[in-house]
């Protein structure tokens, strides 16, 4: 990723944090990063694709390749998406969370997200169909919970789990 995109992407993170999504237009991530209106619609056609990116930068950081193993690919997925959890971005995916409430393209953009999401996990896990979607609520559903409702550690042996429990309901 270029170092533009980069920049741009930080800056509408904090932009989103601390004021919304309403606050991510060209005019603003220019004055904040110094980088002209130009060069940003060239990266983007409109403000809701650098939202779109910004609060879905972690999902290429949590591709794992499979390598058929069901128990160890989703345990890694797991890892993965606690290390994000734990991280000081995921303050930006708890002020989409709350902002989905009352914004319907706040709320689009996180369904779009958990579409990739739950590709991701069913490529893992080699699921095949439509009903995905609750299996993909078991797995990612109490990894949420933890981190932003109980306030809580997400440890190794929720990990497991949670793989379990997936993994008897194949």
Not at 5 to 24: F, H, N, Y
Not at 72 to 79: C, I
Not at 129 to 140: K, N, P, R
Request: hydrophobic share 40%; aromatic share 4%.
């Amino acid at each position: 990723m270029s170092q533009t995109r980069k920049l741009v992407l930080a800056a509408a993170q904090q932009l989103l944090v601390d004021e919304g999504q309403e606050a991510v237009t060209p005019t603003r991530l220019a004055k904040m990063t110094g980088i002209s209106r130009s060069t940003i619609y060239r990266h983007w056609s409109n403000p809701l694709d650098i939202i779109f990116e910004a609060t879905a930068t972690d999902i290429n950081q949590a591709t794992v390749t499979p390598t058929g193993d069901t128990r160890s690919d989703l345990t890694r997925y797991l890892q993965i998406l606690r290390k994000m959890l734990d991280s000081p971005e995921s303050a930006l995916l708890a002020t989409q969370i709350d902002r989905a409430e009352h914004d319907p393209s706040i709320a689009e953009t996180l369904r779009s997200i958990a579409t990739l999401r739950r590709t991701i996990i069913g490529d893992l896990v080699q699921h095949q169909g439509d009903d995905f979607s609750s299996a993909h609520a078991l797995v990612v559903g109490p990894m949420i919970y933890q981190r932003f409702m109980a306030r809580d550690e997400i440890t190794d042996d929720l990990i497991t789990l949670i793989v379990d429990a997936y993994l008897d309901t194949r």
